[in-house]
C-alpha cells in the first residue's frame, strides 16, 4: 500500500506567503546569509567568518541585557536585573562551546587564508569593546582603533559617559547605608576604576551576612556569574590562539598570545575578587 505523503497544510501549517510576513522576513535572513564573503579559495575560511559573525550576534544580546541590567539596578529594581544577567553569564557559555567548533581548524588551515585577512582582528570589535566599556573595564586607548568610524567611535563615548554596570552596583551599597568615599561613588565615568578598600569592605560585610544583605549578596554572585564566564572566554581564547598561530603576531599588530595572557589579568569587578581571600 502506497502512503500519501504527509502534508503539514492538513494540520493548518500557513503555506502561502505570498504578501505576508515569512520566517525569512522577520529574521531578514537574506541579509544574514548573504553577509559571508571569504577573501580566499579556502575551505576554513567560511567557518572562520561564521564563528566571529556569530560571536558578534550573541554579544549585540549580552550588550541588550547588560544595558537593561544596568538601568534596573540604578533604579534599585535589582530582581528583573538577576534575571538579564544570568542570561548573560549563559551567552558567555554558549560561546565558550563554540570554540570546540574553532578549534576543528588546524594551523595549516588557517595559514591557507591568514594572508587575506590583512591587518583585521578581533582586537577591532567594537561590541566587544563595549561590553567591556559597559561591564566596567574603561581602557580609553581602546577607542583608537575606531577612529576611522565616528559612528561607532560616538557609540562607544556614549557609553564611557554613563557609569558602568559595576559602577551602579557600588551605588547600591551606598544606597543601602554602607559609608563609601565620592571617589567610589561619585566618579568620573571615563576614568578607570580603581579598586578601593572601603568598597571591598562592604562587599566583605555583605557576604559575611548574606542574610541581612540578601539582594546584594545575589547582586554580587550574579557579576561574579558574569565575570567568571567572561574569563573562561578569554582563556579559551587564548588557548585556541596558541593552538593555531603559537607564538606569531596578530594580525591586528600585537604580540598575539603574549597580549592575550596579558589581558586575563583584567578585573572586571575587582573588590568582589579581592574580598574572598579576606573572609
Ligand atoms: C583562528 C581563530 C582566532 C585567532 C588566531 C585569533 C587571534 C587573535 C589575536 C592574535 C588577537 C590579539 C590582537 C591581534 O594582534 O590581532 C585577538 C584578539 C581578539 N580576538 Fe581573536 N582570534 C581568533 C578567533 C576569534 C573569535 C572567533 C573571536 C570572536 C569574536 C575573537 C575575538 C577577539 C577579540 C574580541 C579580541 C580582542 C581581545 C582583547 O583585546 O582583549 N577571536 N585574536
Given amino acids: 500500500m502506497t502512503r500519501t505523503p504527509y502534508d503539514p497544510a492538513r494540520d493548518g501549517a500557513q503555506m502561502a506567503f505570498d504578501g505576508r510576513m515569512s520566517y525569512t522576513d522577520y529574521l531578514c535572513l537574506d541579509a544574514i546569509l548573504t553577509a559571508q564573503h571569504p577573501r580566499s579559495t579556502a575551505h576554513d575560511e567560511m567557518l572562520f567568518i561564521i564563528q566571529h559573525q556569530t560571536s558578534e550576534l550573541w554579544m549585540r544580546l549580552a550588550l541588550h541585557e547588560l544595558g537593561a541590567a544596568r538601568d534596573l539596578i540604578a533604579a534599585g529594581d535589582l530582581r528583573p536585573a ?96 554602607f559609608a563609601l568615599p565620592p571617589e567610589a561613588t561619585a566618579r568620573d565615568p571615563r576614568a578607570p576604576r580603581a579598586p578601593h578598600p572601603a568598597v571591598e569592605a562592604a562587599w566583605a560585610a555583605v557576604y559575611r551576612e548574606p542574610e541581612r544583605y540578601w539582594e546584594l ?28 598561530i603559537g607564538f606569531k603576531r596578530g594580525t591586528g599588530g600585537t604580540s598575539g598570545v603574549q597580549y592575550l595572557r596579558r589581558m586575563l589579568e583584567v578585573e572586571l569587578f575587582p573588590e568582589l575578587w579581592h574580598l574572598r581571600t579576606s573572609l
Avoid: C
Fill in 82 to 177: 538577576f534575571k538579564m544577567l544570568s542570561r548573560v553569564a549563559r551567552i558567555f557559555e554558549q560561546l565558550n562551546n563554540a570554540w570546540d567548533v574553532l578549534r576543528t581548524m588546524t594551523p595549516a588551515e588557517y595559514t591557507r587564508f591568514r594572508d587575506a585577512l590583512g591587518q583585521s582582528s578581533g582586537f577591532q570589535s567594537w561590541q566587544y569593546r563595549l561590553i567591556e566599556y559597559t561591564a566596567g573595564n574603561r581602557n580609553l586607548a581602546m577607542l583608537r582603533p575606531h577612529a576611522h568610524r565616528p559612528d561607532l567611535t560616538a557609540a562607544l563615548e556614549a557609553e564611557l559617559a554613563r557609569p558602568s554596570l559595576y559602577d551602579v552596583a557600588v551605588g547600591r551599597l551606598a544606597a543601602a547605608g
Fill in 217 to 244: 549578596y545575589e547582586l554580587a554572585e550574579k557579576l561574579m556569574d558574569f565575570e567568571d564566564y567572561f574569563r573562561r572566554w578569554r582563556f579559551n581564547h587564548v588557548t585556541t590562539v596558541e593552538r593555531i
